[in-house]
């Protein structure tokens, strides 16, 4: 029933995050089953035809099964709108986005767009960000010990990402390693993150700050929007 009720959540965001897309436009799309929700809509909505940018492998292959074209990100210096989900956003759009581990693509397209919207569900939104998800860092694989040596002076907990799908430590799209680091107590979110990409051989964290322009929050009493300029 709960798994019920989160797909409706995630239907009603996805179809108000389409009253946001404009025909013709390049429009970055994140991983996620509201996502999928989304392009499922504008794939059916016949007044919408887009170009899509994606750092998702999933996304871009559905884009393709559903006749959607899908542009290189290298290809691209400009996106007019772009959505995505994460593990938690709070008041002051600061956000998490440890899972899939494709953070530095994901930031990459959020700094591309002139819009960077995230859809959540209510369970999702905080007041502040409570750090129950590990901040993760794709890093060089050289710098490894350095940047748990420099880590765990911020005080965090640092462990290498492994997967049970192979031996050894998960590696990014780009070849690097991904770190998850786990904070407690964090005082200053801004310069935490700033401290962190400060650190030689990280190339990019999962904590988005300063990148969130609106987050569309749906719940079962509808769709909430908290905007950069609110």
């Known amino acids: ?3 019920l009720e989160n797909d409706i959540l995630k239907k009603n965001c996805a179809r108000e995050a389409l009253k946001y ?8 799309l994140g ?9 499922q809509y504008i794939k059916e909505s016949k007044d919408v035809n887009i170009k899509v940018v994606t750092p998702s492998f999933k996304t871009k292959m559905l884009c393709i099964e559903n006749g959607i074209e899908v542009l290189h990100t290298c290809s691209v210096d400009r996106i007019d709108i ?23 693509k994901e930031k990459l397209i959020a700094a591309m767009s002139d819009d960077y919207i995230l ?5 999702k939104f905080v007041d502040t960000l409570t750090f129950k998800y590990p901040v993760v860092l794709e890093i060089l694989k050289d710098s490894l010990k350095y940047v748990i040596k420099k880590v765990v002076e911020l ?3 640092p462990s290498i990402r492994k997967s ?5 430590p998960t590696v990014s799209d780009g070849g690097n390693l991904l770190l998850d680091v786990n904070f407690k107590n964090v005082i200053d979110i801004k310069t935490l993150e700033r401290n962190l990409t400060s650190i030689n051989g990280v190339i990019d964290t999962s904590l988005f700050v300063g990148v969130v322009t609106k987050v569309l929050i749906s719940s079962k009493n509808g769709i909430n929007i908290i905007s950069k300029n609110n």
């Open 1 to 3: 029933m709960k798994s």
């Open 21 to 28: 897309i404009k025909n013709d436009s390049i429009v970055g």
């Open 31 to 39: 991983g996620g089953s509201t996502i999928s929700y989304l392009m």
């Open 82 to 104: 772009a959505f995505d989900g994460c593990d938690q956003v709070d008041k002051e759009l600061n956000a998490l986005k440890s899972g899939g581990g494709i953070h530095t």
């Open 119 to 123: 859809l959540v569900d209510d369970s």
């Open 155 to 157: 005080g965090g907990e």
């Open 164 to 168: 049970g799908a192979k031996d050894g």
